[in-house]
C-alpha cells in the first residue's frame, strides 16, 4: 500500500466504495463522477502508479484487471460492447495516481479519439 494512495485507501477499506467485484488481484467499483450509465474502475490491488510502471515483475496483475473486466462486463449486461480506458500521465488525464481501467459502458459512445 502507498501512502496517501487514494486506491490504496480503497482497497484497504479505509474508503467506502460501491464494489461490484473483487478478487486476490483486483478490486473493482462504481466511479463517483460516472459519465456514463455503466462507469466502473478496475484496480489491482498491488500499488501500481501508471501505465508506464508496468513490467514484466508486475503485469500479471494487468491480466488480471482484464479477466475481472470480462466477468465485470456480463454481468453489467453489456453485451453490445463498452470501452475499456487507461489514462496514463498529465498528458492521459490521469487524476488518481494507481493504475486502474475505466469501464464504460450502458450507452452508444463517441467514436471521437478512439
Ligand atoms: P483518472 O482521471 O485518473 O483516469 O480517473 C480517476 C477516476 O477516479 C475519476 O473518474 C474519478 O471520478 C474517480 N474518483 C476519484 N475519487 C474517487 C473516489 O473517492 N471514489 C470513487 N469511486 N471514484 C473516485
Ligand atoms: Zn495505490
Same mark, same amino acid.
Given at each position: 500500500m502507498a501512502n496517501d494512495c487514494l486506491f490504496c485507501k480503497i482497497i484497504a477499506g479505509e474508503i467506502p466504495s460501491n464494489k461490484v467485484y473483487e478478487d486476490e488481484y483486483v478490486l473493482a467499483f462504481r466511479d463517483i @463522477?460516472?459519465? @456514463?450509465p455503466v462507469h466502473i474502475l478496475v484496480v489491482p490491488k498491488?500499488?501500481? %502508479? %501508471?501505465?508506464?510502471?508496468?513490467?514484466e515483475s508486475n503485469s500479471a496483475c494487468v491480466a488480471k484487471c482484464f479477466e475481472a473486466i470480462a466477468k465485470i462486463a456480463k454481468a453489467e449486461g453489456l453485451d453490445n460492447g463498452y470501452r475499456v480506458i487507461n489514462n496514463c500521465g498529465a498528458d492521459g488525464g490521469q487524476t488518481v495516481m494507481h493504475l486502474h481501467f475505466h469501464i464504460i459502458g450502458g450507452m452508444k459512445l463517441s467514436e471521437k479519439v478512439v
Open positions: @463522477a460516472p459519465q @456514463a498491488e500499488h501500481i %502508479c %501508471c501505465a508506464n510502471a508496468v513490467d
